[in-house]
């Protein structure tokens, strides 16, 4: 481990072509290179002369200033230095000296080390700043891992939708109209435990459940019995069917001609009126696969269950797709 030292030098050699000269002090810090040194022949002072020499060393904790001789208001060197930035908390003061190929005495005849000391007031601040700056850099701290949390929580939400929803675009996916994940419960109590009571019948892909008692649907894609039982059928289902194939036939909506969505004017309605007047090709023309003469187009004594339909789509014996809307 490299040993971190702050050193002033008192030098009586040009130990390199770089040093000053023979008679200098210097600033060492962690190197025997000085990065400040002031020669003292200008002052008069020499080292090697053998007299008494008193050096002051002072320092601030931002500048260190170094006097030598009896005047202490000129210091010789003066530096800007910030000695927590290289040394440890804890340190050693002490005197150091070496030699070179020649020999020279050298001796401490005295010293003296003053340190001041905060006052109990000014340490009072410190210790509340000190608290104060825990107290924010925790609240930091916590705040932080806060929004961490939430943004990797949603993160995760958005990973499952992506995951479940692979082909829905990304502006959708993360807008109020996403769908979403919903959990056993809000299913059980929407679906009514798919209890047997609330079974409809069971056709190709399926039992199929009603879970309401509320009439639903969109009107003119809703079967006429519907209105009077007020329950949802298999075979209302395929009338809604049926007229989605009507309307895909006759290229226009399941509403009235006037634009009544009322169970009058729709389209089931208005094409049976066409057959009874025997004007039916007066209407929208029906796409040469529809059989429009037909009087079972119109009014089968029974539509056909999902079932058969999947049944005749597996043999291929496709019925005609007017008994699907027929009534």
């Not at 969505?261 to 389209?267: A, E, K």
Request: some cysteine.
């Amino acid at each position: 481990m490299e040993a971190r030292t702050a050193a002033v030098e008192f030098d009586t050699r040009k130990s390199f072509p770089d040093d000053l000269d023979d008679n200098h002090i210097g600033l060492d810090v962690n190197s025997v290179y000085s990065r400040a040194s002031v020669s003292l022949n200008g002052s008069n002072i020499y080292i090697s002369s053998g007299k008494d020499i008193k050096v002051v060393v002072r320092y601030d904790g931002e500048n260190l200033t170094v006097f030598v001789g009896e005047d202490m208001d000129n210091p010789v060197l003066s530096e800007h230095l910030n000695l927590s930035s290289y040394l440890p908390e804890a340190v050693y003061v002490g005197f150091s000296a070496s030699t070179s190929n020649n020999t020279q005495l050298n001796c401490l005849k005295s010293w003296e080390f003053i340190g001041s000391e905060i006052e109990d007031s000014k340490l009072r601040w410190v210790w509340i700043l000190v608290a104060a700056g825990l107290s924010v850099l925790i609240l930091l701290i916590i705040t932080g891992i806060g929004a961490i949390f939430l943004h990797r929580k949603r993160g995760c939400k958005l990973d499952g939708l992506d995951d479940a929803y692979p082909n829905i675009d990304e502006a959708i996916l993360r807008s109020s109209i996403a769908p979403r994940n919903y959990k056993f419960k809000e299913l059980g109590k929407a679906t009514g435990n798919f209890d047997r009571k609330n079974k409809l019948g069971k056709g190709g892909f399926g039992t199929t459940h009603h879970s309401t008692k509320e009439l639903a649907g969109t009107p003119g894609y809703m079967a006429p019995e519907s209105i009077l039982t007020g329950r949802a059928t298999a075979e209302t289902d395929v009338y809604a069917f049926g007229v989605l194939v009507l309307e895909v036939a006759c290229g226009r909506k399941p509403g009235g001609q006037t634009e009544r969505d009322d169970y009058i004017s729709n389209i089931v309605h208005g094409l049976w009126e066409l057959y009874r007047r025997g004007t039916i090709l007066e209407g929208e023309a029906p796409p040469p696969d529809v059989p429009a003469e037909r009087p079972v187009f119109m009014w089968p004594p029974q539509p056909p269950s999902f079932t058969e339909w999947d049944n005749s789509i597996i043999g291929d014996r496709l019925p005609p797709i007017s008994e699907l809307a027929g009534r």
